[in-house]
Each structure stands twice: as C-alpha cells, then as structure tokens.
C-alpha cells in the first residue's frame, strides 16, 4: 500500500526580528504577553497541518486554545482577528475562506518543500503571482503546481505545464548542450594535438605520410562520434544499455 503524501513540514525557520515586528508588538500591547505565544502557536499549526494554510473556525479556536492555561477559546478568537486586522495574515481570504495564510507563509512553505517532486498550493487560496512562481522553480529546480479545486490531478498537471518550466526539460535540454560541446572541445583538441599534415602544392606524397593522414582523420572521426554511439559488441557478447 503507497504511503499517504506528506502535506505538511516538520519544522519551519522563525524570524529573528517576529517580537519586533510592530503589528506583533500592537498585538502584544493590547492582548498582553501571551498573545506572540498564540501567534507562534498559530504558525506552528498552520505549517504542521496544510504546510501554508489553516482553516480558523470555532474548533479551531478551542483546540489552540487547550495549549494554553490563561487564554481560552474567546481570548484566542480575538488575538487571531487582530492578526488578521494588522495584515500578519491576509484579510480577504479570512473573510472569504476563513483561512490563516499570507504570502511571506506560501513563500516559506515552498521553498521549505523544494526537495519534494513537487509542491502544490489551491489555485483560490495562491497569493503568489505565476511570474514569482515560475521564477522559484526555476531557482530552486522543482515543480510547482496551482490546483484547482473540483479537477483531477491530471487536469490540473495540464494547467500546470501550461505556466510553468519542467524542470526534467530543462535538465535533459542543458545535458544535451554540455555533451555537444564536450564533443566540440575534443575535436578541436585533437586538431591542435595532431595536425594533418597536407603536402603543399607540386610535393608527391609519400605512401607513409598518407598512411599517417588517414589514421588522424578516422581518430577525429570516432572522436566526435563516441558521444552519439552506444558502444560496439566485445568478443561476441552483447553490450547492456540498462547499466
């Protein structure tokens, strides 16, 4: 049985400058201390469950508030509409949608996720534009997909392929340009090695020089060829192209 795709991250790296933040600090200031300990939990859970987003309904607001002993679910409500209000998370996907998210988040979670093959965030909730999205996977070599609720996987592959880069093209495309040019820079290093030497004008060639002549031009000629031919059957056996 496959195992169930990891959503979520494990960990998430925390600003050194979050207590500084002003709308952090305008929070603090009206709700007391323990309010950046509910906008870490917060964070916490967004990260952990989605990996960029979380839905902040009322069962949301008591099961956050159970890690606290002197905040209860109202108190916890109110620090995170505040949060909302000081633009640390976006306002009109709260309202719409009622989820905690923001672009700093999305932005985080994907570059958190750049090892995975690839990384999908819900077309309505995606506050990144396609220029930054393709601009991330082509600087972190991963792919990003927009899914779209209500379609297939492979509609939304579809949709994918059709804003961003594949980054296995882009690899067989730059392998494909390095081979040419490993197999130029042997040719040309073979000609400033072995010179042909051409007779001039009105000078008979000897046989030996024609001899030497025509074994320089068959080494250029495997040379350059060696990179576009698989190798030859050795004593009979054939040779195993699957390695």
């Known amino acids: 049985m496959a195992r169930a795709r990891k959503q979520g991250l494990d960990y998430f790296p925390v600003d050194t400058n979050l207590m500084q933040n002003r709308s952090v600090r305008r929070i603090m200031k009206q709700e007391g201390d323990g309010a950046f300990t509910v906008l870490l939990s917060t964070l916490s859970y967004i990260y952990k469950e989605e990996g960029y987003y979380i839905h902040a309904d009322s069962l949301f607001y008591i099961d956050l508030s159970t890690d606290f002993y002197e905040k209860n679910a109202e108190d916890v409500a109110r620090i995170i509409r505040l949060a909302v209000k000081y633009e640390l998370f976006n306002a009109s996907l709260f309202e719409e949608y009622s989820i905690l998210t923001s672009a700093d988040i999305q932005r985080q979670y994907l570059t958190s996720t750049k090892r995975r093959k690839t990384s999908r965030i819900e077309n ?47 690899t067989s495309g730059t392998h494909s340009i390095a081979q040419n040019s490993i197999a130029k820079h042997s040719v040309a290093k073979n000609s400033k090695e072995f010179p042909l030497s051409v007779p001039p004008k009105g000078k008979v060639e000897r046989k030996e020089e024609r001899i030497y002549r025509k074994r320089l031009i068959d080494i250029r000629y495997h040379t350059y060829e060696s990179f576009y031919q698989p190798p030859q059957k050795v004593t009979g056996m054939p040779y195993n192209s699957s390695g």
């Open 124 to 170: 309505d909730y995606c506050l990144l534009s396609d220029e930054e999205l393709i601009h991330l996977q082509a600087k972190r070599g991963y792919a990003i997909s927009k899914r779209i609720t209500g379609k297939t996987d492979k509609e939304n592959e579809v949709k994918v392929q059709n804003v961003t880069i594949i980054p296995q093209n882009v």
